[in-house]
């Protein structure tokens, strides 16, 4: 049961830090873009079964549709601000080829005049910092209950 435990923890940490690798690594700072849009669907994809999913906003700007990339959900369900279909939104963010298709991997959104930060300047998360703190937490799990 102990190795067992010990192998999902350690499954829980590795596969949440190639997800977020994977998305980090494709913000461009060179590519960054503003644009407006009306929100035309807020979609939640699940890479995996049991995971988080992550959000994606679908952009219609009159003259094209964009999926924004925009962070985890469990991130995204603690902020103020909340996206919903019909809202009119602004997007900063870098503009980025993923599966052959155009989307933007999106740094902030606003929304009504309230900004939802998501990531830095050069495209570092902010939610980040809470997955230093999830590995931190189950490094300590792992460590003090399965004698790791």
């Known amino acids: 049961m102990k190795n067992t435990l010990k192998l999902f923890a350690i499954s829980i940490v590795l596969i949440s830090n190639i997800s977020f690798a994977q998305n980090n690594r494709i913000y461009d700072v060179n590519t960054f873009t503003e644009i407006k ?19 994606h906003v679908i952009l219609n700007t009159g003259k094209e ?3 924004v990339h925009l962070g985890p959900k469990w991130y995204l369900d603690k902020q103020s601000v909340q996206l919903k279909i019909g809202d009119k939104i602004e997007v ?4 980025v080829i993923i599966d052959g298709t155009q989307a933007i991997i999106a740094r902030e959104i606003i929304k009504d005049g309230n900004t939802l930060k998501l990531r ?6 902010f939610w980040s910092g809470e997955r230093k703190t999830l590995n931190l937490i189950v490094n300590c799990f792992c460590q003090q209950t399965l004698n790791f």
């Open 37 to 55: 849009g009306e929100a035309s669907k807020v979609v939640e994809i699940v890479r995996s079964k049991g995971m988080s999913g992550g959000i």
């Open 65 to 67: 549709s964009l999926s």
């Open 92 to 95: 900063k963010g870098s503009k």
């Open 120 to 125: 830095d300047t050069n495209g570092k998360p």
